[in-house]
């Protein structure tokens, strides 16, 4: 018997169908013993629709009242899991964030939680009770319904199960797991069995629209490991189907490198020739960061004669001309040439076993050569190796090195 936490997404709710299929799901776990809590999602589209609904009232809401709004969804979908598992002979009862409660900040619209308190849950369980979670809510000490932020049910779930210390969280949803990269790009990109919280969040361009970060780096925090799997499977999640993430210890076979992830969302900007002295990166970046703007690969040239050097910088796309403007007020930089550049992509290679590993790097650098791909910038970390090239190869560059690292063969 263990203790399991089962989170549906809202594709996996999305009509009476579905959530008669998630119940049948949580009804086999039951079956077999476990004791469980569900966290459900607004059926897919309600947040949006509510969402809107607040927008065309006013574009200039209070986000206390969005918040009744659109924690709405989420009520409904309780309720109807909870009649659909008693249905199945479960004795199931709904909550929302203020029954159990889930006590969280007042930052209305992206509050986060602060405690779960468990006894009553418990006792509940001790009554052979399966708890329906209705996610993405909880109540603040002002005694106001606050969510967690889109897409908050994750983190909803990953809280839950770190307070409940249950076994694992199954986050179920519309895709079968992790995969070694895009398989829209690589059509043999293979699912990930396993990989580490760091992977993940490295990894997070192809995880992103199945996992919140946020809710990767609390499972990383509390220790929940977390599987990624699909709602339209037959499989179960203790049949293990997903993708597991999970902590580094628990990971039997460490390949050196787990998958390629990608992104076109980027801008490089250059300041070419300034003159070189002492404080000048500081100088630059003090105000880029005052701004905001996360820095993601950096480069100094060398300058030959001492005098001057050139800084290239990569910024999320979004926040390029932002980053411009901040740069081209700058005293030190007025008569500076700065160039921004936004058809460029990122790719980066991913792996924990790199960390004792030799020879990932250069292995890159040569099947890019080999396609005659510049790179332009390179950034490295303990697991991460990253280049940015020109976004027009980027298919070329994630397929030849999907293929350099053997990604497509099965785990050992
Ligand atoms: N229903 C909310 C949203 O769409 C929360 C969630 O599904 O995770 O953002
Ligand atoms: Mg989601």
């Known amino acids: 018997m263990a203790r399991l936490v089962l989170k549906f997404g809202g594709t996996s709710v999305a009509d009476i169908d579905r959530i008669e299929r998630a119940a049948d799901k949580v ?48 009520q409904i979908t309780a309720g109807l899991m909870a009649i659909a598992l008693q249905k199945r002979g479960i004795p199931a009862r709904s909550w929302m964030g203020w029954q159990i409660p889930i006590i969280c900040d007042d930052i209305h619209g992206k509050s986060r939680i602060i405690e779960i308190p468990t006894e009553e849950i418990e006792t509940r369980f001790k009554g052979d009770e399966v708890l329906v979670l209705a996610g993405f809510q909880g109540i603040t000490s002002k005694n106001r319904i606050a969510t967690l932020g889109r ?24 895709v079968n797991g992790i995969y070694t ?25 192809l995880g992103a629209k199945v996992l919140q970060n946020r809710s990767v780096e609390m499972a990383m925090k509390n220790n ?4 990624v799997l699909s709602s339209f499977e037959d499989s179960i999640g203790s049949e293990l189907p997903g993708t597991l993430v999970t902590k580094e210890e628990n990971i039997m076979e460490k390949p050196v490198v787990s998958g390629i992830a990608f992104s076109q969302n980027e801008a490089k900007i250059s300041i070419i020739d300034i003159p070189d002295s002492p404080g000048i990166a500081a100088k630059i970046f003090e105000p880029i960061s005052k701004a905001n703007i996360i820095i993601d690969m950096i480069v100094q040239d060398i300058s030959e004669d001492g005098k001057v050097t050139s800084i290239t910088f990569v910024v999320p796309q979004d926040d390029a001309a932002k980053a411009g403007k901040v ?82 063969e099965p785990e050992a």
């Open 224 to 227: 929940v490991s977390l599987q």
């Open 27 to 74: 009804a086999k776990e039951y079956n077999a013993g476990h004791e469980l809590a569900v966290v459900v999602s607004a059926m897919s589209g309600v947040t949006n629709q509510l969402v809107a609904y607040c927008s065309s009232v006013s574009t200039m809401y209070d986000a206390r009242e969005y918040d009744t709004v659109v924690s709405s969804g989420e």
């Open 151 to 174: 897409g908050g049910s994750d983190t909803s779930a990953v809280a839950l199960a770190a307070a409940l210390k249950a076994e694992r969280c199954d986050i179920y949803t519309d």
């Open 327 to 408: 740069l081209g007020d700058l005293d030190i930089l007025k008569d500076a040439d700065i160039r921004i550049k936004d058809d460029v992509a990122k790719i980066s290679v991913v792996g924990i076993g790199m960390r004792t590993h030799a020879g990932v790097a250069e292995k890159m650098f040569k099947t890019l050569a080999e396609k005659n791909i510049n790179i332009d910038v390179i950034a490295a970390s303990e697991i991460k190796i990253s280049v940015l090239i020109s976004q027009e190869y980027t298919e070329l560059a994630v397929r030849a090195l999907h293929k350099a690292y053997h990604l497509e």
């Open 181 to 205: 990269t895009d398989p829209r790009i690589v059509p043999d990109a293979r699912r990930i069995k396993q990989i580490s919280y760091e992977e993940m969040l490295e990894l997070a361009s």
